[in-house]
Structure formats: C-alpha cells, structure tokens
C-alpha cells in the first residue's frame, strides 16, 4: 500500500511563503506513479487540484488561482515532491493533500481528483489578513 506523507503546513500571514512536502514511503511508489499532484479542501468545499508533476518526462499543470505563485517540484533521489507556495493570499487557506497515481492506473486528467489512487493525510495551511 502505497504512504504518502505531507508535512510543511502551518499559519502565516497574507503576501508569506511556505513550503510544502509530499514524502513517498518507498522507491517502488514514487517511480511506479505517473503523476503526483497537490489538492486543497478550503472549509465548507470540495477538494481542488492545485499542482501536478510527472514522475519522469513531461510538464506540469496548475490551478488557474495559483498560477504565478506557487511551484511544484521533486526530487527523485529523496522521492519527494514539494509544493512552493509564495505571495499568500487568505483564499489559499485550505487542507492541503497530496496524491499519486500509478502509471498502469493513469489515463489523463492531473488536476482530477478522481484521477489519483493515493493520498495522505493532509497539512493544513492558514493564511491570515
């Protein structure tokens, strides 16, 4: 069964910066996934797709809302994958998750919450004004 693992959340104010971590639990999850992607459930919504990158070639995809700001990237010798947030606004206040999908599994749609097998268990960010 495939862990992931978010960490980096937490409370800053409007115009801050964090860095979010989506760790994989094993070598075999991370270069078996076709996509890792970041979500976001804010209070009282439904989950939205933020960020995704290719394990492997290819571009990434982003949100309209956080074009601009944030950047996802990974590291394949950590087998991690790490969401940037800059220029904070207090609409980015959410649960933030990670989630992969495997390649056998994968067939379009990185910004698709039916899309992805895996997720974790989330990190909370909160922006405040």
């Known amino acids: 069964q495939a862990q992931l693992v978010e960490s980096g959340g937490g409370s800053v104010q409007a115009g801050g910066s964090l860095r979010l971590t989506c760790a994989t639990s094993?070598?075999?999850?991370?270069?078996?996934?076709?996509?890792v992607a970041w979500f976001r459930q804010p209070p009282g919504n439904e989950r939205e797709g933020v960020a995704a990158?290719?394990?492997?070639?290819?571009?990434?995809y982003y949100a309209d809302s956080v074009k601009g700001r944030f950047t996802i990237s990974r590291d394949d010798a950590k087998n991690t994958v790490y969401l940037q947030m800059n220029s904070l606004k207090p609409e980015d206040t959410a649960m933030y998750y990670c989630?992969?999908?495997?390649?056998?599994?994968?067939?379009?749609?990185?910004?698709?919450?039916?899309?992805?097998?895996?997720w974790g268990q989330g990190t909370q960010v909160t922006v405040s004004s």
């Open positions: 989630a992969a999908v495997t390649r056998r599994r994968y067939s379009g749609g990185p910004l698709s919450q039916s899309t992805y097998d895996y």
């Open positions: 094993t070598y075999t999850t991370y270069y078996s996934a076709a996509y």
């Open positions: 990158i290719p394990i492997g070639a290819g571009g990434t």
